[in-house]
Each structure stands twice: as C-alpha cells, then as structure tokens.
C-alpha cells in the first residue's frame, strides 16, 4: 500500500445544469489562450503587430484540432470501427484522443493559410508561436488526468498515480506518464525561449527546436505506457513517429542554419495587402474628386489666370 501516490479526479464530467463542464475540453482551452497570449508577446518583441497571432491561430486551431483526432482515430481505429464498437465515438473528442502529430501537421496548413492572407511568413509566425505550443501541451495532458488515460506501467513510487476500476482500466497505481510530459512540455518552453535569445533563432529554427526536444521526450514518455497501441519492429508507433519526426527536425536545423543564418528582419509588413489596396483606393479617388470639381489642376496652375493672361501677353507683343 503507498503511503503518498496522486489520486485521480472521481468524474471528468461536472454536470451544470443540463450543460455538461468536460475537465479535458477545459484544459486544451486554457491552453490554446496561453499560447496564443505566449505567441502574441513573442510576436510583438520581433516586430509584428499585437493581434496578428490570434487572428492566424484562427485559421491554425480548427486545423489541428481537426488533424489531431483524425491521427487519434487513424492510428487507433480499432477503438471506433472493430466489431462491438460504435463508429460515432470517433466524433467524440471530448473523451479525450487527439494525437500530437496530427494537430500539429494539419495546424501548420491551417497557420499556413492565414499567414499567407497576412502576407507573412510562416516560420516566423512558427518561431514566435514554439514555446506557447508547448506550454498548451503541458496544459492539456492535464485533461488526460481527468480521463483517467495514458498512465504508465504499474509503481509503488510517491508520486504513484491512482487509478480506479473502470472500462479497459484496472485499479492500481501506475506511473503519471500525462505529468512526466507536462514537466517536459515545460522545460522544452524553456529550453526555446533560452536558446532563442542566446542564438537569435529564425527562419523556423526555434520551432525545430521545440519539435525535437520534444520528440526526445516523447519517446521515452510513451515507451513507459501500457495502453493498447499498434507496434513496429516491437516499438509503439509514436516511438518511430516521435524519432522519425525529430531527425526531420534537426536536419531542418542544420540545413536551414547554412542556408539562412541569422533572423528575419522584418517578420510582418507595414500593411498587408487588403490595407495598401484600401488605401489607394482612397487615394486615387481623392484624385479623381480635385480633379473635377476643383479649377486648381494637379499642376496647381488657375486656369482663369492663365485666360486673363493671355490677352496681355497679346497686347505687349
């Protein structure tokens, strides 16, 4: 029996009336605030514009919420579409299920479009955005805790994580995997605000960071759960994601280094193109207007002068 061990919550769920409040809905909310209020600081200090991180993450967190369940639900179909199963689950997000590498992948077409409306690049956007991301993980694996999901092998350790009698759970104390990543999501935070400012990280850079120093965590993370997952070669499937997507990620690094050192000087236009085309159309009908109703051309010639003129001009010749 453990003397200390962390208990976990009796219920997920607290019903408010008919409206159910989803302690997993509430931590990836608070999250995607945190980031985009991280992102927005980081966006300013380089430059850009206070609002331009939110307005992009408006297209970004749809995307990834979209891409983050189609992974889960990918790469754990048997959950959803085996026999037994009911195929509507799979809709069900609030039950908890959205895969990191989905979110992000599909994210980053969503910020791609944005970025593009803004005229603004997007591995800027991305450097800015990298350590809120990961601070918005640590958040939400908090929502794990309150689905009692994705714990670690059986421990007696302190800091041992209770969980109760359940479908597909036994009762026991298991390791807090969902707490090991929050710390990690934390320190990797860290680790990119820290080398951002020594290095001056750009192009992306910062954001590569992020992915491979959290990838190096997530796999030694997910080695230690026992849910039911799909193996490789004897290796979960996101142990490979996870060392796949960070060779990917320090290549970029060193390739990118070569190709661009240093940092974007400007990270977002003056104006963005809806501004510049607004503009000068004002300007051009402000031009139209003089042009018609006032008897001062553009030259700023007095057209009654010059008909005054001319008849002296004739007397003197």
Request: proline share 5%.
């Amino acid at each position: 029996m453990n003397l200390a061990s962390i208990p976990s919550p009796s219920t997920g769920v607290i019903e408010l009336g008919p409206i159910p409040l989803r302690g997993y809905a509430f931590c990836i909310i608070i999250g995607v605030f945190v980031a985009v209020w991280i992102g927005n600081k980081r966006w300013v200090a380089r430059g850009g514009k206070a609002g331009t991180v939110a307005d992009i993450a408006v297209w970004a967190v749809p995307f990834g919420l979209v891409g983050g369940r189609l992974y889960h639900v990918i790469t754990d179909y048997q959950l959803y579409f085996s026999d037994g199963q009911n195929w509507v689950d799979a809709f069900k997000i609030w039950e908890g299920g959205l895969g990191i590498w989905g979110a992000i992948a599909l994210g980053a077409v969503g910020a791609w479009i944005g970025c593009r409306r803004r005229g603004i690049p997007l591995p800027a956007w991305a450097d800015a955005l990298a350590p809120g991301i990961a601070i918005a993980q640590a958040i939400g694996r908090w929502g794990n805790w309150f689905n009692q999901e994705l714990y670690g092998k059986p421990t007696d350790l302190p800091w041992a994580l209770e969980i109760s009698e359940g479908p597909n759970r036994v009762a026991g104390t298991y390791h807090p995997t969902f707490l090991y990543e929050s710390l990690w999501c934390i320190g990797v935070a860290l680790l990119v605000i820290w080398a951002d400012r020594r290095f001056k990280l750009g192009h992306g850079r910062a954001f590569a960071l992020y992915v491979a120093a959290y990838c190096a965590g997530r796999g030694w993370i997910e080695y230690m759960r026992v849910d039911e997952a799909h193996h490789v070669l004897g290796l979960r499937l996101n142990v490979w994601t996870a060392i796949i997507v960070f060779a990917l990620a320090v290549a970029y690094i060193v390739i990118s280094a070569k190709l661009r050192p240093g940092r974007e000087e400007i990270v977002e236009p003056e104006k963005d193109d809806a501004e510049a085309a607004k503009d000068a159309e004002k300007k051009d009908g402000a031009e139209a207007a003089d042009a018609d109703g006032d008897p001062l051309k553009k030259d700023g010639s007095d057209p009654l002068k010059k008909q005054d003129a001319a008849p002296e001009a004739a007397d003197k010749s």
